[in-house]
């Protein structure tokens, strides 16, 4: 099984910037370690925002929550949001996609296609 979690918040409005700040910081480092199984997503409307993760091997999400900036985002998340993120977790078997890609030599063949 696959794990999908979607988290949905609204920032407080004196906060949605450092929020914002702290969630790239979770992207750059994993661009960094680049995990070939997972995909993450952050969208923005305002103060409003929402993180789509799915692992595409796993029904676990460590791959993100064990990062340092990870956890140095969510220490706060209470302090800088109007109310509780609301969390939906899911267990689920992946039976088709377009977009999601779960090999990193996949990602390297879409931008250099000599490669493949």
Do not use: C, W
Not at 26 to 31: D, G, H, Q
Request: net charge negative; aromatic share 8%.
């Amino acid at each position: 099984m696959q794990r999908v979690t979607l988290v949905r918040y609204t920032a407080k409005p004196d906060r949605a910037e450092e929020n914002e700040r702290l969630s790239k910081a979770v992207f750059a480092e994993l661009k960094g370690s680049r995990p070939d199984h997972v995909a993450y997503a952050l969208f923005r409307d305002g103060p409003e925002f929402l993180h789509l993760f799915v692992n595409l091997e796993d029904d676990d999400s460590a791959a993100v929550t064990e990062l340092p900036t990870f956890k140095a985002f969510s220490k706060d998340i209470a302090e800088r949001s109007e109310a509780a993120p609301e969390v939906t977790r899911l267990s689920l078997r992946l039976v088709d996609s377009y977009g999601f890609h779960s090999a990193p030599q996949g990602a390297e063949a879409r931008r250099n296609p000599t490669a493949a």
